[in-house]
């Protein structure tokens, strides 16, 4: 039986495309997937990130190759796929990890809210939807020719009214309805072989966030303070807690699981604040 619980979550043999993988939770998901045994196509912008990525998985004594790209340029993303399948020859799952918030599209307090930053509020989209769409049309072609995972990242914003992260959660909310669209059209034309699900993470602290969240002294600023306040745990999460989830669900463990969506979040979503 646990032999049999093992090969369940195993990801051995699986080439793995994974997208904003330089990033801090990227780093984590590449971690992951390198003790679940996946062979990984780590994706991103920065080159020295991505190298060291790739040379954590060697070292650990897994398979890996880096290829920078940018998410919203499908040429990047043709030319890609091109060395994927010259390198490994197949690609049996993609991690939409790219997206991220625009510092222009967060609405300050006491800005006016009739006067928004239109432009940055379409990048915030841009980033974070179709920089899992257009992944999604590229790689995930190959993954339907022999049946496969995709797994987006969403966001408690995407359900909760966080303030002033308006781009960033009217894109997040829209990754949770392509989710479950695009997991029945793939059922309706590739039956149970190709599932798309989501993982919701709370509040973890990144680059992107760290000045919002923290001082430089790393004592929680007023926000900081009010996410750990409507957290039951009463803490920030850690990246490497969302990796059960992600091997999870790209693991055989849920072969019957598409449209669905994970929170990994301290019970934050749980919690009126009451």
Same mark, same amino acid.
């Given at each position: 039986?646990?032999?049999?619980? /093992?090969?369940?979550?195993?990801?051995?043999?699986?080439?793995? *495309?994974?997208?904003?993988?330089?990033?801090?939770?990227?780093? +984590?998901?590449?971690?992951?997937?390198? +003790? &679940? !045994?996946?062979?990984?196509?780590?994706?991103?912008?920065?080159?020295?990130?991505?190298? !060291?990525?790739?040379?954590? *998985?060697?070292?650990?004594?897994?398979? &890996?190759?880096?290829?920078?790209?940018?998410?919203?340029?499908?040429?990047?993303?043709?030319?890609?796929?091109?060395?994927?399948?010259?390198?490994?020859?197949?690609?049996?799952?993609?991690?939409?990890?790219?997206?991220?918030?625009?510092? /222009? &599209?967060? *609405? !300050?307090?006491?800005?006016? @809210?009739?006067?928004?930053?239109?432009?940055?509020?379409?990048?915030?989209?841009?980033?974070? #939807?179709?920089?899992?769409?257009?992944?999604?049309?590229?790689?995930?072609?190959?993954?339907?020719?022999?049946?496969? %995972?995709? $797994?987006?990242?969403?966001? @408690? %914003?995407?359900? !909760?009214?966080?303030?002033? $992260?308006?781009?960033?959660?009217? +894109?997040?909310?829209?990754?949770?309805?392509?989710?479950?669209?695009?997991?029945?059209?793939?059922?309706?034309?590739?039956?149970?072989? *190709?599932?798309?699900?989501?993982? $919701?993470?709370?509040?973890?602290? =990144?680059?992107?966030?760290?000045? #919002?969240? =923290?001082? =430089?002294?790393?004592?929680?600023?007023?926000?900081?303070?009010?996410?750990?306040?409507?957290?039951?745990?009463?803490?920030?999460?850690?990246?490497? /807690?969302?990796?059960?989830?992600?091997?999870?669900? #790209?693991?055989?463990?849920?072969?019957?699981?598409?449209?669905?969506?994970?929170?990994?979040?301290?019970?934050?979503?749980?919690?009126?604040?009451?």
């Amino acid at each position: 039986m646990v032999n049999q619980v /093992e090969s369940l979550f195993s990801l051995k043999n699986k080439v793995v *495309v994974v997208t904003g993988a330089t990033g801090v939770l990227g780093e +984590a998901f590449i971690n992951g997937l390198c +003790a &679940a !045994q996946a062979t990984i196509v780590v994706i991103g912008r920065n080159e020295d990130a991505a190298r !060291q990525r790739v040379k954590d *998985v060697t070292e650990a004594g897994g398979k &890996a190759i880096y290829i920078i790209a940018d998410v919203l340029n499908e040429e990047n993303l043709n030319d890609a796929h091109t060395e994927i399948m010259k390198t490994y020859g197949r690609i049996d799952a993609l991690v939409n990890g790219a997206g991220g918030n625009i510092p /222009e &599209a967060v *609405v !300050q307090p006491g800005s006016d @809210v009739f006067n928004l930053n239109i432009n940055a509020l379409k990048q915030a989209f841009d980033l974070n #939807l179709f920089g899992t769409i257009v992944p999604t049309q590229i790689f995930g072609k190959e993954i339907a020719k022999h049946g496969g %995972s995709i $797994v987006n990242i969403s966001s @408690v %914003s995407a359900s !909760q009214a966080v303030t002033r $992260v308006l781009g960033y959660s009217l +894109a997040k909310t829209a990754i949770d309805s392509y989710t479950k669209w695009m997991a029945v059209e793939l059922a309706n034309r590739y039956g149970d072989k *190709v599932r798309m699900n989501a993982i $919701v993470p709370g509040f973890f602290i =990144t680059n992107q966030n760290r000045a #919002l969240l =923290t001082n =430089t002294d790393e004592s929680l600023t007023s926000r900081g303070q009010a996410i750990i306040t409507k957290t039951p745990f009463k803490r920030f999460g850690s990246p490497d /807690e969302l990796i059960g989830a992600l091997v999870y669900l #790209l693991s055989d463990a849920s072969k019957f699981v598409s449209g669905e969506s994970i929170t990994v979040d301290g019970g934050f979503c749980a919690f009126s604040g009451v």
